[in-house]
């Protein structure tokens, strides 16, 4: 199987917005960290791959599944609404390798992926889990941040929503558990706000 090269691996975080503000011009926002591909170690590019040594913030989460809705491409973020007309989006993968992302994502989030708690009735999602331990004094604490990422209807793409909980409660702690459930109450009721149809049977929600 292929593998990407650091610099490659690099340079695909990079083209997806990690690393860097979205430039939205609101207080505070930060870059996250993304640490040149120079200094990687092969144990570290391994754990990167999943989540470890690399920080993000959930805006860039949720601005890097745009790529995945919008058949590759990364698409710019406003907190005023944008002028009506087409926005034009940066080209990361190829739409064949953005639709099959989006296939896995659905997946998921369905019966029998992670994330059965992100299903709407009535729609199509995708999205995935995340739940990561918590660094206290250089050392991971039994808390935790958990988060689902997701996008609905999968057949044409409206809205993006980005859930994260810090440090949940109770004895569930999982994003599919404690973050889906979230994302699925606020994408169904604005989906449903907005009007927009229906693309598969009603299920019931696990």
Known sequence: AATFS???MWEMFDAIGFGQTAQLGFPGEVPGRLRPWKSWRPIEQATMSYGHGISVSLMQLARAYSVFAHDGELMPLSLTRLEDGPVTGIPVFSPQTAREVRAMLEMAAGPGGTAPK???PGYRVAGKTGTAHKLEG??????YLSSFVGF???SDPRLI?????????GAKYFGGDVAAPTFSAIIGASLRTLGVPPDAPRVNVV
């Open 118 to 120: 992100a299903q709407v």
């Open 6 to 8: 650091p610099q490659e």
């Open 138 to 143: 250089g050392l991971y604490a039994n808390k």
């Open 152 to 154: 609905a209807p999968v």
């Open 161 to 169: 929503v980005a859930v994260m909980l810090d440090e949940p409660s």
